[in-house]
């Protein structure tokens, strides 16, 4: 039986596996459709995204939350940069509940709250692909999560996790322009954003038909 997820409106470009911990880019062309599947449901996917032609122009964590009026990510929300153009929309969400808020993990947070600055980070994945494109630590920006739960009080205290994402969630993501999208496949074992057990999630990217 084929799963939900495996089912795409147009002919497939690309179609990886992005392992536990692992980091991944790619660019897509304007209109190229990016979904991104939760294998094993509770996995969370941090993810960043830059206009293909000038990098200056990346995710606007504080301006996605504003123009959208919300501080998560859900169908129809629309990505946008740092000059206010639209990057993506999520034309398709199975999990409904995407964090803009909690930011990557990295050695100096691994540090800080768990005295384990070794441990393998999403920051660490995000540059080992940024210098794929002549990007650095420079071009490093607050990031989005899917899948990845962070339920905000009344009185504005946070959490993290666990996730709520089920074995085969997805989203896709439209490209509104050229764009570079990266991703790490959170690789956090020491709070339950991935119900401390980091799996494989994977890629998929197509032409609407």
């Known amino acids: 039986m084929t799963a939900r997820w495996e089912s795409v409106p147009g002919p497939v470009v690309a179609n990886e596996l992005i392992a536990a911990r692992a980091g991944w880019s790619r660019s897509l ?61 999520l034309v398709e969400d199975t999990c409904g509940f995407h964090d803009t808020i909690g930011g ?39 990031n989005l999560n899917f899948f990845m739960h962070v339920p905000v009080a009344a009185d504005g205290s946070m959490d993290m996790g666990p996730g709520i994402s089920r074995p085969g969630d997805f989203v896709d993501l439209r490209a509104e322009m050229d764009v570079v999208a990266v991703v790490s496949n959170c690789p956090q074992m020491n709070n339950p954003v991935n119900d401390y057990n980091p799996t494989p999630v994977r890629a998929i990217v197509y032409r609407p038909a």
């Open 29 to 89: 062309q304007h209109g190229e459709v990016l979904r991104l599947v939760d294998l094993e449901g509770k996995q969370a996917v941090d993810f960043l995204c830059y206009n293909a032609h000038d990098h200056e122009d990346r995710y606007a964590a504080a301006d996605t939350m504003k123009i959208n009026g919300n501080i998560f990510i859900g169908k129809g929300t629309v990505i946008y940069s740092v000059n206010c153009n639209p990057m993506f929309t």
């Open 104 to 142: 990557c993990c990295s050695s100096a947070l691994n540090r800080r709250r768990y005295s384990k600055p070794d441990d393998p980070s999403c920051r660490q994945n995000f540059l080992d692909q940024l210098r794929r494109y002549g990007m650095g630590p420079r071009d490093m920006v607050a």
